[in-house]
Nanobody, 123 residues
């Protein structure tokens, strides 16, 4: 079984910074990619950013030049540095990982989600 444990987040004033971290644990053969989604009240969950094992990154336009995602392959951990925060960044942030693990029939691929961590940005 593979689990994701998120840390970080909390409350920040507009213009300040916060960081998130998410560590994967369990029987992990390899991780294809890790990332962060967010869901604001009354809105659908949206991709914020993801990073592949090779280091390729994708960001939603609204966070480009403000957020930085990175992954430590050795620690199976993804980080999200959030700078110049805006009130519209307020949301529950969910960690995501595409993981190759071992099942009864051998290696299998799983999409794993964290429980979410709240980020609140005050104006």
């Amino acid at each position: 079984q593979v689990q994701l444990v998120e840390s970080g987040g909390g409350l920040a004033q507009s213009g300040r910074s916060l960081s998130l971290a998410c560590a994967a644990s369990g029987i992990i053969v390899s991780i294809n990619r890790m990332g962060w989604y967010r869901q604001a009240p009354g809105k659908e969950r949206e991709l914020v950013a993801h990073v592949t094992r090779s280091g390729s990154t994708v960001y939603v336009d609204s966070v480009k030049d403000r957020y930085t995602i990175s992954m430590d392959n050795a620690k199976n951990t993804v980080y999200l540095q959030m700078n110049s925060l805006k009130p519209e960044d307020t949301a529950v942030y969910y960690c995501y990982a595409g993981v190759n693990t071992v099942g009864p029939s051998g290696v299998r691929y799983l999409d794993i989600w964290g429980q979410g961590t709240l980020v609140t940005v005050s104006s």
